[in-house]
């Protein structure tokens, strides 16, 4: 591992994943962690994961976890879903670093929420085919039901920047159908494209159902485990960039998006080949 | 180059696309030229291609046609617009055999086609970005005027299997609607995914606009070039599987996508890994 800092503190915390969707998650880390500098990956050459299989997610994640330890990361936040659910248990054990996915902190703080133990989890084919939800909300709160629900066009629509549109409404009132029959009051927004819907999800659904984001949780967990290492960075030893951008394509396309959700202006991404 | 046939003409045609979509091309090579055999090869891991910027498409369809040079074909179909419209003329020199887009043969009809010279295409991104369907009809009939619409959600629409609703209805019409002031009478479906929705965009765009499936017309090209380069098979050797399948992921839903669209039965999709 290439580690070019004095003091591993003051190293970068790598996030990576499929394309723009982890952005939610950085967002959270720039907000609550004002103090670390961040490299991100978007796999925007292979976007999206959340339709392709355990095998698939794994090698392509070990790949970028490669590149982010070759730039010198303190830890890593698997800020994807489907990578956290598919990839995550399997690639910890060859770590020799901290690293954080997002359904474990999203599934903690669900089961606390909840009153009536119904719990409802949206997200992609991938993430919600995996059970990886159910399984980690079943360790706090072994009672609770947990109905997934796959929606597949989400993402589709929200890189299509249809955000407030009538079809997107439309689209999401069809998939949270299947959760008129059940009494659920609490939701978790099972994947990184969604807090961008968050308002027309929460609209749906009505007041009785507390919506997770996932994303906040995580920022407070990386917070946690980077105390637990001593590897907080208090803000010292800033001469090299707070936050990097690297992605597998389109590069201009992925600045702009960034650019319209991200508090800072991103000034360039930089296009890398993640396959070699 | 692998060529394991006593005579060429008995090796099977290579046949890619991003995913699924070009599996209505391979369909009207099944129907219009019976006696060939087929090496299909779907990038499942990293569809969709639409997106994707001319470089990474470039690099992906060299590792495919290698691929199939690797299954000794004996010529090779580029199922995708996408591909087709950034990759093939660069590659088209480096091959020893012959090679056949779909942009090239869809153009050529719709040039032929069009009464008033008013010719609308729809594609991916990719592909209408290109301005290659332009480029194309040109060549035929210079006075043309082409109008372009990228339709990014029809894919994911097709792929989550809503081919008849009333969401894809809506989409279509919001896409179509930039055509309504234009006066085209003729509409190329610039995507191999998009036959599957060709009633309802004949529909929306009323019985006047006359529309190009490049599928159709690419069999009839591929099997002139077959002609030309005395490849044909009558029909001969046929002890070996007449259709083969490979893909880069998610081999049983892509089976199963197969069995709804094609006219055989598919037994099996074998899982490849394309990167290597």
């Known amino acids: 591992m290439n580690q070019p800092y004095e003091n591993k503190k003051y190293a970068p ?8 969707g982890g952005l939610t998650v950085a967002r959270e880390i720039m907000r609550q962690l004002p103090g670390e500098r961040i490299i991100y990956f978007g796999d925007t050459a292979r976007v999206p994961y959340g339709s392709k299989s355990r095998e698939t997610i794994t090698r392509y994640s070990r790949q970028i976890i490669r590149f982010l330890e070759s730039k010198g990361v303190k830890a890593i936040v698997v800020a994807c879903n489907t990578a956290s659910a598919f990839a995550l248990e399997k690639i910890r054990p060859e770590m020799k670093m901290p690293i954080i996915g997002v359904v474990k ?3 903690k703080v669900a089961a606390e929420l909840t009153k009536n133990g119904h719990i409802g989890v949206i997200g992609t084919e991938g993430t919600v085919g995996s059970q990886i939800y159910t ?9 609770a039901v947990v109905l997934g629900k796959a929606c597949p066009l989400f993402v589709p629509l929200v890189e299509e920047g249809w955000l407030k549109d009538s079809v997107t409404v439309e689209v999401a009132k069809r998939y949270l159908a299947s959760f008129q029959e059940s009494d659920i009051d609490t939701l978790i927004l099972g994947c990184t494209h969604y807090p961008l819907l968050r308002s027309m999800i929460q609209e749906i659904m009505g007041g009785k159902v507390s919506l997770v984001n996932p994303a906040y949780e995580t920022a407070q967990g990386l917070k946690r485990l980077l105390e637990q290492h001593q590897l907080s960075n208090d803000g010292g030893q800033t ?3 707070m936050y990097q951008f690297y992605v597998s394509d389109a590069a201009e396309k992925f600045k702009n998006f960034a650019n319209s959700i991200l508090p800072c202006e991103i000034e360039e991404a930089q296009l890398i080949h993640i396959e070699e």
Not at 13 to 20: A, E, L, N, T, Y
Not at 135 to 143: A, L, V, W
Request: a negative charge.
């Open 135 to 143: 399984e980690m909300i079943h360790r706090h709160n072994p009672q």
């Open 13 to 20: 915390i790598g996030v990576f994943d499929s394309g723009v």
């Open 105 to 107: 902190p999203g599934a």
């Open 239 to 241: 001469r090299e960039p």
